[in-house]
């Protein structure tokens, strides 16, 4: 049997990528006010829009529990898998790979871990890759170098209305939120190193998609790309991105990927999020 690929719930796949691919997704664990769930599977994007609209709001998040780990990886090793790459989010946002590396250790060397440096679609491209070896045939360390290759094509952008929720959950510091509030800017946000870093200041939603729009451009460079695209109760806006750089791009764009972002961003990133992600292809010629 091919090597499983494993991944969390960050990765916000359009549904049917997840059962093409035959991916195993792990839940992050959210609490919004006060109700626990798991993300994905009793909590959907539309709980964390309906929390954010409360007076008061209070929303943290947990990593899986490194048992919830080593018992999937046994699961699939049991069924059949020859070996389990599992792909994760940044290490610098969340102690999710941490747990999948302690529960690697358990079950042995037929489970490798990578992590992404990213989350979203810039998760989600590495583990596609990684899941593309292993249908093609590719042993354990194949597999996992298939994903670690992709994770230094993929860059990630987005755009927030505010820097609060992000200074909240401590992914920037209070300054860079204080800074962005008193001059009321928007702010452009980047994934680097598998940190969030603050890209750009616009003063107005559009010009903030706009730049996104740019700022893909520029990371695609020559190469062919493939894109995904997010958005937290912002449909609107996703699709203002879609037809945009489908127009910048047009012949050099392959795929596209839609979707929501789930609890667990929403909860540091807050209503009205963008984002980008932008996937270079690599050259056929080599």
């Given at each position: ?140 360390a194949t597999v996992r170098d298939a994903a670690v290759a992709d994770v230094a094509r993929t860059t990630t952008f987005f755009y927030v209305d505010t820097l609060e929720f992000l200074r909240r959950g401590g992914r920037i510091n209070a300054a860079e939120a ?103 292809r690599p050259d056929p010629a080599g």
């Open positions: 049997m091919p090597v499983a690929v494993v991944t969390d719930s960050t990765a916000y796949f359009p549904p049917e990528l997840v059962s093409a691919h035959r991916l195993t997704v792990v839940p992050l664990t959210v609490v919004l006010n006060g109700a626990e769930g798991l993300e994905g599977v009793e909590t959907r994007p539309s709980d964390a829009t309906r929390a954010f609209g409360e007076r008061r709001v209070s929303v943290s998040t947990s990593r899986p529990a490194p048992e919830q780990f080593a018992r999937t990886y046994r699961e699939l090793l049991a069924a059949g898998a020859d070996a389990v790459v599992s792909v994760h989010l940044s290490a610098e946002l969340s102690g999710t790979v941490e747990a999948a590396q302690l529960a690697a250790g358990a079950v042995g060397e037929r489970v490798a871990v990578v992590d992404s440096r990213a989350t979203g679609m810039g998760l989600g491209f590495p583990v596609l890759a990684a899941a593309t070896a292993a249908r093609a045939g590719a042993d354990l204080l800074l962005g509030t008193a001059l009321s800017v928007k702010p452009i946000m980047y994934m680097a190193d598998g940190a969030i870093v603050l890209r750009d200041k616009v003063r107005t939603a559009s010009r903030g998609l706009a730049r996104l729009v740019d700022l893909a451009v520029e990371a695609a460079g020559d190469a062919d790309v493939d894109l995904g695209v997010h958005h937290l109760a912002a449909p609107q806006r996703a699709e203002q991105l879609v037809a945009a750089l489908t127009d910048r791009f047009g012949g050099r764009l392959h795929e596209t990927y839609v979707s929501e972002a789930g609890a667990v961003v929403a909860a540091h990133a807050g209503p009205g999020l963008a984002s980008v992600v932008v996937h270079r």
